[in-house]
């Protein structure tokens, strides 16, 4: 996998990082490995369909707004499109593609039925009132609704959309097809069929691949220490579920104002309690402050990076001292990083496999849509416990029969199943 990482530092060095560029070229390593036929390697680079909308749409002034939004369906071999809605002023076709592909990979390492999606809208949501969203929200399920549907493409929330907009899209649906159909959106509130357990879901999935990957790797977890950078929603629930499932102890943790740092151990449930309270960690009285950038070099059993993409570089990867990295981020390693990581042995969790826990608690809002009956809190913490222990299981010995590393063998493990039912489907 040495291409990726020539490509990446010559689209960097360039200043020309186009996202889907690099998901195909992840997907080209992979290939090459599993040694696909070009027909199946070259349907596997491209969304299957793509979706461009301009939506017009009345400000609460009068005056009319235009909008571009995108819905892009990578992949539906394995089952229907599933991916988020990011309302960024930055979005790009390319990105949406990027994360679709993504999200494609995603759901097959997890094993769930379903496929790749991704949708966005150009617009600054901090700019626009909640009446000016909702009509955002419904006049971008009018353009593309034919296109979604439970046994089509399920959207979700994602960068800036939250479960209201997610109750509008699922209104706006309901109505244009005339039938309650709840599963058509996951992520929605719970009293219009959100699940229980999904708050806590990415950190849970990866608190329990954690737990799993000590056990092949012989950590000792138990009165063991972690690291959190980015105390939002990922990092607060890690810190949580770090000490009541892992029985780590929390030495320090990060958000975008400082870091704080007690070697001794500050309760989490303490830590995230001022946080709610002051919106940051600074002044927290049983720690001391240090640098954000010390935090990861702190020698710690397991460090949760969840905060930004890019957080452990070819710089201080090799000052990086904890056993495991579990990526509850997206992309928080460098491929120049990992490669570092790898050969001092730290034991890498990659993104797409360690923060699945969401995806696959909003599948099982599908499933509980589907029934019209709603699981126990205990067992959707139960169902997401097997589905990521099965998943690491799987990355795990891949990694042992191809002799790759974790992320180079979640690649092999979702990309051959892609492939799979591509040719079961007979599509090549
Ligand atoms: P969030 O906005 O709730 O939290 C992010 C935190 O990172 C904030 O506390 C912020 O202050 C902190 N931060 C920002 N810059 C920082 C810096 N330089 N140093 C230290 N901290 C910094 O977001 P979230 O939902 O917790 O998501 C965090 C990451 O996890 C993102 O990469 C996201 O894509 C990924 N993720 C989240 C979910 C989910 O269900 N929440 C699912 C999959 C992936």
Wanted: hydrophobic share 40%.
């Amino acid at each position: 996998m040495r291409g990726l990482k020539k490509f990446l530092e010559e689209v960097v060095m360039s200043g020309k990082v186009n996202p889907f560029t690099i998901a195909q070229q992840q997907l080209d390593v992979a290939a090459e490995k599993l040694g696909l036929d070009p027909a199946t390697h070259e349907l596997l680079r491209w969304p299957m369909q793509e979706i461009k909308v301009v939506l017009p749409v009345k400000m609460d002034d009068g005056t009319t707004r235009i909008f571009h939004a995108f819905r892009v369906q990578y992949n539906t071999a394995r089952g229907p499109a599933k991916g988020g809605v990011r309302w960024h002023p930055d979005e790009t076709l390319d990105t949406v593609r990027a994360l679709a592909a993504w999200m494609t990979w995603k759901t097959s390492v997890v094993d769930i039925p379903l496929g790749g999606g991704k949708g966005g809208i150009v617009c600054n949501p901090k700019e626009l009132s909640e009446t000016e969203k909702e009509r955002l929200a419904r006049a971008y399920v009018r353009a593309i609704g034919r296109a979604l549907g439970v046994t089509k493409d399920v959207p979700a929330p994602d960068v800036y959309t939250t479960p209201q907009i997610m109750a509008w899209m699922m209104d706006e649906y309901e109505t244009m097809v005339g039938e309650k159909h709840p599963g058509v959106i996951t992520g929605k509130p719970l009293p219009l069929g959100g699940s229980q357990g999904r708050i806590d879901a990415t950190a849970r999935g990866g608190v329990y691949v954690t737990r799993e990957a000590a056990k092949v790797f012989g950590i000792n977890l138990q009165g063991g220490t972690m690291a959190v950078q980015g105390f939002g929603n990922a990092g607060q629930h890690a810190a949580l579920l770090g000490e009541e499932i892992l029985g780590l102890k929390l030495v320090a943790a990060s958000d975008s104002k400082g870091a704080v740092y007690n070697p001794s151990g500050i309760k989490a449930r303490s830590l995230v309690d001022y946080k709610l309270k002051h919106d940051t960690l600074k002044g927290f009285p049983e720690a001391e402050e240090i640098p954000q950038e010390a935090l990861l070099e702190l020698d710690v059993t397991v460090l949760f990076p969840c905060a930004l993409e890019n957080a452990i570089t070819k710089e201080n990867a090799p000052r990086v001292r904890c056993r495991i990295l579990c990526e509850l981020a997206n992309g928080p390693t460098t491929p120049e990083a990992d490669e570092i990581l790898y050969d001092k042995g730290v034991v890498v969790l990659p993104d797409f496999l360690a923060n699945a826990g969401g995806v696959t608690v909003s599948y099982f809002e599908q499933v509980q849509n589907a029934y019209n009956f709603y699981w126990e809190l205990r067992d959707v913490h139960q169902r997401l416990d097997d589905k990521m222990t099965n998943a690491f299981r799987g990355v795990y010995e891949m990694s042992r029969r191809e002799k790759v590393n974790m992320r180079q063998a979640a690649y092999l493990v979702a990309v051959a199943r892609v492939a799979e039912a591509c040719k079961l489907r007979g599509w090549v």
